[in-house]
Structures are given as structure tokens and as C-alpha cells.
């Protein structure tokens, strides 16, 4: 596999006299891609019906003559304003009934059918016109599905799809009613239309309704990517691709996944320290200018899963952001090691965002790889850098690694509508599992809910399952390596009730979740050998051996030789405690990471990246501050 890079590039915003001049620093700089034109549409179609293609058609020549290949973005994150003259009704609406506004992006309502027929329209017309160009080598569609939290629309197109959906989905209200539990506060309905959209209810709405909504809410995302991927089937050959984001957890990305040729996605280190994730102030302080050790490897794991084995980065950080609350720079060489840790993940393609920093709109204070007078920024450098690297270093493969973190879309959206702790996130706990096989050296699969097959891992982690696919639950009932799951795995039906007998319900482990709390910042329940839960602790029932008890005598962890279920959310040394004694049983070779150091394997190297703000000592070997070392494995 060819590891290439690439740049997000606006020709409408610049001269074009300076096109061919970017072109040609750009092929200088070691780039191959180049991606154009998702936020074009007032200049393809600046009044309905009148196409002006000149200067697309021109900008893809000038980028494809300097050696370029396009990617080329269908712009329906930007609908023009005359879209809303056509359509007054495309607007999404919040949860407290406000609609949304024109002036920035993503003003639309992924139900609105009268919107998503314009997105096949402007579809069509690009593949017709573009879909054979010897340029166009990709395609992305849309941009950041769910940017500024847009999954989730109040309107009046969704109540109706909703209703629909439901209709759909239930075939009854008597159906629907006994699925969640409507006899409770006398909430049955009658008729599918008299049920309106989970919000502005007196308390907190049904958590069925609320997850209904929320699946309803996911395949429209689905549906609206789907029509226009099955447009541009019928005249390119070349992989669709889609931009998803870091932290967002709005829609099945497996779904969407499903439908597209490339998962890719914007990796911005910095700004989701800052802005998307918790962390202490002096773990903030010390990744305050390279990010958080995990983040980004977690989101390519994912996505590289979500695109069945193929992974870029559409957008990769160079500089400050604009968008976070702080936004400091990068230390030297992180725009180096952000691009190398991709490719050592299994990215194909690394594309930075973006050549020229923008000097006016909102995204004017974000940095690209040349300032906003053309000259060279930090990070032109460190991309000229890792071009020479890709061509001097062999190809290095994507190794499958010996764990693996179940990650499940669903279950998020069904702890957001019962936490039942202010403080349970379904990414924060996977995220806690996650770094816990990291800081004990491991690289790591992410694998979707209906994983059918887990023979080539020796160590899987399911933490906060909602309810098991059929899928998982065989591969579970049957696996021979050891899984952890839990808490809060298996203890949900797909409707979000308690089932009976209480869960897990797995064959063979005689394990049941009897009583249930949740704890405070400031509490936590000790464990007999040290550690502690935080969080979250579930009192265990059954006949299982118990492996390990808290302080006062209660299970912590309970199972078989093959499976476990853990009762709490642990703390990170006890995360590592745990994981250290699960891979030397299971017989995963553990290396015991210093804080900001990690490791990833591909199939000929080990890299060893160094997140921390000083050098740090590897086998021997010193590796400075933001820098990477690899090695051949033996």
C-alpha cells in the first residue's frame, strides 16, 4: 500500500492566476492530493438552474497538469441562500424548538426530502460532468456529518419521518407500546400521529422514545449519504469517501461505513484536548501542544474499521485552530508525528488542512501550511519532511493486532438517554479501555457490535454494550481467547428495559447484574488488592468463580477461564493493573508505556511515538520531544 499526502485547497477563495503557482509548490512539497469543492455551491449554481462549471473546470486541469489527483466534495454542507427561498422549510431545528439560522454551514435538515432530492440533483450533474475526469481520482460527500451538532433536528419534516419510521419499525401501537413500556405514567398512544418528537416534555421523555429517535435521527444520515453515493456509482469508479469527526457519536458510523469505499476523517489533535475531551489541568498542561496520547490512534483504529480496512485523514491539523476555546501551536514536529502515527495506523493518504490560511470568515485564525501572505507556515516543513521519509522508508503494511475493543453506536445513544450518572459517557468509558491497552504497549482493533468472529484475537474488551447483537453473542459464547466484558454490558434489551433474567445473559457464565449505582466525582469504592472504581459499580450475582472483590468483600470481576464480566469503571492504574493481569493470562506480551510514550506495529515496524514535551528513552535509544523512532520487527 502507497502511503501518500494531500491538502484541502480552495481555489474560489484565491486569484486564479496564483492556481498555478499553488499547484506547483504543492507537487514540490512531496503532495499527491488534493481536495476541492465541498463548500463550492454559490459558484457551481449561483441561481437555480444556472451552471457555472468554467472555474471548476479549470482549477481541477491546473491542480491534475501540476501532477495532482482531486478530490473532488459534493458541496451540500453549504447549500446557497437561494436554496432557502426554494425550500423555507430545510432549516433544522434545536431541541428547544428554534430553528436554525443562514450564515455559516451545515443549515439543513437531514429529513427533509425536498433538500435531499436538490443534494441528488447537484450529485448527478458533478458525476455527469466530472465522474470520468483523469483528475477526479475520489470523491467525498457532504463534509462532517453532525458538525455543530446537526444529527438531531426538531422540525416538522422529522416529526413526520418519525412517525413514518415508527410505523415502519413497530407496525402497531399496541407493538410499540409494550416495547416501551407506555402503560407506565399512562403514556399509549392510539395512532402513530399522535406521537411527536422527544423533546420540550414536562421531565425527561420515555428513554425508549428517546432512543427511537436517535435510531430514527441515525438513518436519516444514512439515507441522505446513500443517495447521493448511489448516484455517483452510475459514473465514477473511484472510491467515495466521507470526512467523519473525532468524538462524535450522533450517527451509526458503521452504516454509513457500509455504503463508502474509504472511512476517512479530521484529526485534530489540539483542539479536541481542549475541546472534546476530559482530563485533569495538569495532564491538559503537559499535551497542551501535542494532544492527547490516545486520541488520535482511537479514531483511526475506528475509522480504519469503519472503512473495512481503508483509512485517510481528510483533514489533519498543521497549526492553531480556530474553533477550540484555547489554541495554542503545535510544539515543533507534531505535524510529523500526527502524519506518521496515521500511517502506521493503516492510513493510505494524510491530508493537512489546508495550503493557505484563509484572511477573512470564520476560519480566518486557522493555520494552513502557508500564512495567509504565502509564506511558508511551521508546518510546510514537516510535510516536505514526511513526503521524503514516505519515499525513502518501505511499505510497512497494517498489522491485526492481538486485542480488540468492542465500540457500538447504539449504546451511546442509549446511556445519552439513561446515564443514570452524570458522568457515564459511552466514549468516555470505551476511551478508558481503549488507553488502558495503549499504556500497556498494545495496538489495537476496534471492531463493530455484530462482530461474528474473534479467533485471531487473544484479549477482547466489550465495555458498555447496551444489549448484545445475536452476532457477537455466538462469537462470545464460543470464543477461546479470554473477554472482558462489562460494566454495563448486556444489562439493557434493544428497547432499553431491564430484561429477564437479568443480564449479561451469556451461556456459560453465570453472572447477573443485581443492584446498580452510581458515584460522584469525590466517591469511589476501594478494591481488596488496591484500586479503586470510580464512577460506577454493579453488585454481582451468580456462581462464577470471582477473581477479584472490592474492599468490603464484593465481586469486582467475575466469570470463566474465557469470560469475564467487570462490575466497575476503573481508575487508570487500576485499568492497567487489570489489563496487565488479563494478557500475561492470556499469554499478550505486555511493555509498560512512560506517560506520552506509544507504541504501534505494522507488519515489518514497530513505531514508537513520543507525545511528551521532553525526550524520552526508548530501549536505548532517545527520542526527543515530539518525535518518532521505528524499527524492523524481528
Not at 433538500?115 to 448527478?124: G, H, T
Request: proline share 7%.
Amino acid at each position: 500500500m502507497k502511503r501518500t499526502l494531500g491538502v484541502c485547497y480552495y481555489p474560489e477563495h484565491w486569484p486564479e492566476e496564483q492556481w498555478a503557482t499553488d499547484a506547483a509548490q504543492m507537487a514540490a512539497t512531496g503532495l499527491t492530493w488534493v481536495r476541492i469543492g465541498e463548500f463550492g455551491w454559490s459558484r457551481m449554481e449561483p441561481t437555480p438552474g444556472t451552471l457555472t462549471w468554467d472555474w471548476l473546470d479549470r482549477a481541477i486541469d491546473v491542480l491534475g497538469d501540476a501532477g495532482l489527483q482531486v478530490v473532488l466534495g459534493t458541496p451540500t454542507a453549504t447549500p446557497p441562500r437561494w436554496m432557502l427561498d426554494k425550500h423555507p422549510d430545510m432549516l433544522a431545528v434545536d431541541a428547544m424548538g428554534q430553528p436554525r439560522k443562514f450564515g455559516s454551514r451545515r443549515h439543513y435538515d437531514f429529513s427533509h426530502a425536498g433538500y435531499r432530492e436538490e443534494c441528488r440533483r447537484i450529485a448527478r450533474l458533478m458525476g455527469e460532468r466530472y465522474g470520468k475526469h483523469p483528475h477526479v481520482a475520489a470523491w467525498q460527500i457532504d463534509n462532517e456529518y453532525d458538525c455543530h451538532d446537526t444529527t438531531l433536528s426538531y422540525s416538522e419534516a422529522a416529526r413526520k419521518g418519525f412517525q413514518d419510521w415508527l410505523a415502519q419499525r413497530y407496525q402497531s401501537t399496541e407493538a410499540l407500546n409494550r416495547s416501551w413500556g407506555n402503560v407506565f405514567w399512562s403514556m399509549e398512544y392510539d395512532s402513530f400521529d399522535q406521537i411527536d418528537l422527544p423533546n420540550l416534555t414536562v421531565t425527561e421523555p420515555n428513554h425508549p422514545h428517546q432512543l427511537a429517535f436517535r435510531r430514527y435521527s441515525s438513518d436519516q444520515v444514512v439515507a441522505f449519504n446513500r443517495a447521493q453515493v448511489d448516484i455517483l456509482r452510475r459514473y465514477t469508479d473511484t472510491p467515495l469517501i466521507h470526512n467523519y469527526m473525532g468524538r462524535t457519536l450522533t450517527f451509526d458510523h458503521w452504516k454509513v461505513g457500509a455504503d463508502l469505499d474509504v472511512a476517512s476523517w479530521d484529526s485534530y489533535p489540539i483542539g479536541f484536548l481542549s475541546d472534546r475531551l476530559e482530563g485533569s489541568a495538569a495532564f491538559k498542561q503537559a499535551f497542551l501542544r501535542q494532544g492527547h496520547p490516545d486520541m488520535q490512534a482511537f479514531h483511526h483504529d475506528l475509522y480504519r474499521a469503519v472503512g473495512k480496512g481503508r483509512l485517510w485523514v481528510m483533514e489533519q491539523q498543521p497549526g492553531p485552530v480556530n474553533w477550540a476555546p484555547y489554541n495554542p501551536a503545535p510544539l515543533p514536529g507534531m505535524a510529523r508525528l500526527w502524519a506518521w502515527e496515521a500511517f502506521a495506523h493503516g492510513a493510505e493518504t494524510v491530508c493537512y488542512f489546508r495550503w493557505r490560511q484563509a484572511p477573512f470568515a470564520q476560519e480566518q485564525m486557522h493555520a494552513g501550511l502557508l500564512r495567509p501572505d504565502s509564506a511558508p507556515a511551521p508546518a510546510l516543513a514537516e510535510a516536505r519532511q514526511v513526503a521524503d521519509e514516505i519515499a525513502s522508508l518501505p511499505q510497512v503494511g497494517t498489522a491485526t493486532a492481538q486485542a480488540a475493543l468492542i465500540f457500538d453506536y447504539e449504546s451511546a445513544w442509549g446511556w445519552d438517554a439513561q446515564p443514570q450518572g452524570a458522568d457515564f459517557e459511552m466514549f468516555r468509558l470505551a476511551f478508558a479501555a481503549y488507553g488502558a491497552l495503549r499504556r500497556a504497549g498494545l495496538s489495537v482493533d476496534i471492531l463493530p457490535p455484530d462482530a461474528a468472529d474473534l479467533r485471531q484475537y487473544k484479549l477482547v474488551l466489550s465495555p458498555g454494550l447496551m444489549s448484545l447483537t445475536p452476532q457477537l453473542r455466538t462469537a462470545l459464547e464460543g470464543y477461546d481467547g479470554l473477554a472482558l466484558l462489562g460494566p454495563r454490558t448486556d444489562t439493557k434489551t434493544p428497547e432499553l428495559s431491564i430484561p429477564t433474567p437479568l443480564g449479561p445473559n451469556l451461556a456459560g457464565l453465570d453472572v447477573s447484574v443485581a443492584l446498580t449505582e452510581s458515584m460522584p466525582p469525590d466517591d469511589s469504592i476501594s478494591l481488596e488488592e488496591g484500586g479503586r472504581f470510580l464512577h460506577w459499580f454493579e453488585h454481582l450475582e451468580g456462581q462464577a468463580t470471582v477473581f477479584a472483590k472490592t474492599a468490603t468483600g464484593q465481586p469486582a470481576i467475575m466469570g470463566t477461564r474465557h469470560l469475564r464480566y467487570l462490575a466497575g469503571w476503573p481508575d487508570p492504574g487500576t485499568f492497567d493493573h487489570i489489563i496487565a493481569a488479563l494478557c500475561d493470562e492470556s499469554g499478550v506480551t505486555t511493555t509498560p508505556m512512560p506517560e506520552g510514550l506509544r507504541i504501534r506495529d505494522t507488519d515489518t515496524h514497530r513505531f514508537v511515538f513520543n507525545y511528551a514535551s521532553h525526550a524520552q528513552d526508548w530501549n536505548g535509544t532517545t527520542i526527543p520531544a515530539a518525535g518518532i523512532h521505528w524499527e524492523p520487527l524481528t
